[in-house]
C-alpha cells in the first residue's frame, strides 16, 4: 500500500463517520414528523421551527467555526464537538417539552457544525487541489448513507425503540466516533501564526469577494431550501399532496437518499475523468443545479409520480457539493477553513428560515382558505420562484466570460 492511499484509509474514515451521523440527525425528524407532532401538540410552524433549530445553531456557528479549523486543526475541534451533540441528542431523547427539544435539537446542530468542514479542511491540508472534488464526493457519499439510514431503517426500528431510543443509540455513536478522531493524524494549523483580528479581517475580504457571492444566493436559496425539504417537508408534502401512507413516503424518502447516493458516488468516481475530456466540475455544477429547478416544478405541478421525481430531485443536488471546492480554489489554502464556512453559514441560514419558513407560510395559506395540499403548492412555488432568480444570477458570470 502506497503513502497516498494509507494516508487515505487513515483520515476518509474517520471524517466520513462523523459526517454520517450529521446528515442521519438532519434529515430524521422527516421520518418521525408524525410521532413529534402527535406527542408535543404542535402545528406545522411549531414543528418547522423545532426541527429548524438544528439549522440555526449549525449556521450561526459557522463562522466561528472558520476561525477555529484555521488555528487548531480539524481533528480537535470536529472531535471536541462531537461530544456537544451527543449531550444534545440526549436531551432530545430524554425532553418532554418542546423547548427542550429545542435545546437539544439546537446542541445538535452546533455539535455537528465542523463535520463536513472539518473533512474538507483536512483535505486541503494533506491532499492536492486535482483530488478535492473526488474527496469531498467521497465524504458526501457517507452524508447520503447517513441519510438513507434516517428514511426506511428509522421507521423500521420506530416500533420496537420508539424516536427516543433512535436518539440515545446515535448519542453513543458520536461519543464513539469523537474518539476515533482522535486517532488520525494531524498537520499543524497554518493560521497559528495569525491572530485572531488578523483572522477575522481576512473574513471581512471573503465577504467582499466577487467570486463569493456568485455562489452564496444559490448556496442560500437553493441547497438550503433543499436541506429544509429533504430534512423535514418531503414526508409532510407526500403524505398530504400525494396522499402517501407513512410507509410509503419513507420509502420515497430512501429512493431520493439513494439517488442523492449515487450522484455523490459519480462525482467521487468520474469527476477527474470527466475534466479531462473537458466536462469541468463547474459545468457539472450548473448542470446539477438547473435540473434541481425544472424537477421542482414538475413535483409542484404533479407531473409524475412522486417516486420518480423525488429521487431525481435528490440525484441533481447531489451535484451541489461541488460548489465547495470550486469556490475554495479561488483562495489561498490557509484561508480554506474560512472560505467553507463563510460560504455554510448562508446556506444554513437559508436552511433555517425556509424550514421554518415553510410551515409558517403552509399554515397561514390554509388559515386564508386553502386546503392543505394547495398551501403546500403556492409555498413551493414561491420558493422556486426565488431559486429561480438566484440560479440566474449564479449564470450571469457566465455569461460575460462567454461574451
Known sequence: MNDSLRLWFRLVPAYAAGYFLSYGLRSVNAVIAPELMQELSITAAGLGLLTSAYFLAFGLFQL???????????????????????????????????????????????????????SFKAFSQWFPLERQPSLTATIMVAGGLGALSASVPVAAVLPLIGWRGVFLLVAGLLVLTAGYLLTVPDRAP????????????????????????????????????????????????????????????????????????????????????????????????????????????????????????????GLSFSLGNIAYSQLTAAFPVALSGRVNTALNLLVFVGAFVLQWGIGAAVDAFATGGMVRADAFRATFGVLLVAQVLAFGWFLVPVKRANG
Do not use: H, K
Open 64 to 118: 466561528p467555526l472558520g476561525l477555529l479549523l484555521d488555528r487548531f486543526g480539524p481533528r480537535r475541534v470536529e472531535a471536541a464537538l462531537l461530544l456537544v451533540a451527543a449531550t444534545g441528542s440526549a436531551l432530545f431523547a430524554l425532553g418532554t417539552s418542546l423547548q427542550a427539544l429545542a435545546v437539544g435539537r439546537a446542541l445538535i446542530g452546533l455539535g455537528v457544525s465542523a463535520c463536513l468542514m472539518a
Open 190 to 313: 497554518g493560521a497559528e501564526r495569525e491572530s485572531f483580528g488578523q483572522q477575522i479581517r481576512t473574513l471581512g475580504g471573503i465577504y467582499g469577494n466577487r467570486t463569493f457571492w456568485r455562489f452564496a444566493p444559490q448556496g442560500s436559496l437553493t441547497v438550503g431550501g433543499y436541506m429544509a425539504i429533504q430534512g423535514l417537508w418531503a414526508v409532510p408534502w407526500l403524505m398530504e399532496v400525494d396522499g402517501a401512507t407513512r410507509s410509503d413516503a419513507a420509502g420515497v424518502l430512501f429512493l431520493l437518499s439513494l439517488a442523492m447516493l449515487v450522484g455523490f458516488l459519480f462525482v467521487a468516481t468520474c469527476s477527474g475523468w470527466l475534466s479531462r475530456r473537458g466536462i469541468t466540475p463547474m459545468m457539472l455544477l450548473t448542470f446539477g443545479m438547473g435540473l434541481a429547478l425544472v424537477v421542482e416544478l414538475a413535483i409542484i405541478l404533479g407531473l409524475a409520480p412522486g417516486a420518480w421525481l423525488w429521487p431525481l430531485l
